[in-house]
């Protein structure tokens, strides 16, 4: 199967810096995605990986080692509206865009 | 403004009828996507679409059909086959590379 695994939970101080750890299957992978997803709301679009390395984004970066089948999203300067779930999203299917995605870790900033 | 709208938000209908949730897009966008999302569980791929008159199954497309006759609608039909179809759905489309969501129907079924 072409699994996504990701934390479920992680909680966090205001102000303070999280990392978000997600592997993958390398077999037929495309690229990496990160969407972040409020409850009860549709997911909004993060971050896209697609070769090795680090994207920087304002507070939030994504990071991809392609040959580990690892990333990871990180968010700094944490703010309460960043209590969210955060989703890992692979692309297996080349142009088509089938994504798989993981569970999603939920995120709690704490003051 | 563009973007992509479902309706209705919320959907209440009795077990053994058939549902049709919209979605449609004004974002000019030739790929748009069905999924579900139940608690616990990532958000799977029900059907796709990469261009008017075309779709393909995902990998839970059993008790479900699509139609994509205009390239801003994709309706998506959840039929009394669908074995536990209270869940919430949600549409996409594909920009460059990244896919952006409506804001979802949650469908309950008693």
């Known amino acids: 199967g072409q699994n996504i695994d990701q934390p479920t939970e992680m909680t966090a101080t205001e102000g303070a810096i999280v990392q978000i750890n997600c592997t993958y299957q390398t077999s037929g992978f495309n690229g990496l995605f990160w969407y972040q997803q409020h409850a009860g709301e549709a997911p909004t679009f993060l971050s896209y990986?697609?070769?090795?390395g680090l994207e920087e984004k304002g507070r939030f970066s994504s990071f991809l080692s392609r040959s580990k089948g690892y990333s990871y999203l990180l968010l700094k300067e944490l703010q309460m509206k960043d209590s969210a779930s955060y989703l890992c999203a692979a692309n297996y299917g080349g142009a088509t865009n089938k994504l798989i995605f993981g569970t999603g870790t939920l995120l709690a900033v704490q003051p | 403004d563009g973007g992509i709208t479902q309706s209705p938000k919320y959907l209440f209908r009795k077990e053994g009828q058939n549902v049709t949730l919209s979605c449609e897009q004004n974002l000019n966008h030739d790929a748009m996507y069905w999924y579900r999302q139940d608690p616990g569980q990532g958000l799977r791929l029900i059907y796709y679409?990469?261009?008017?008159?075309?779709?393909q199954k995902g990998d839970i497309a059993e008790g479900y059909s699509v139609s994509r006759e205009k390239k801003e609608s994709f309706p998506l039909t959840v039929t009394s086959a669908q074995k536990n179809p209270t869940a919430f759905y949600l549409c996409?489309?594909?920009?460059?590379?990244?896919?952006?969501f409506g804001p979802g129907t949650r469908l309950t079924v008693t």
């Open positions: 679409s990469q261009i008017v008159n075309d779709f």
């Open positions: 996409a489309s594909r920009g460059r590379y990244e896919q952006y």
């Open positions: 990986n697609v070769l090795d």
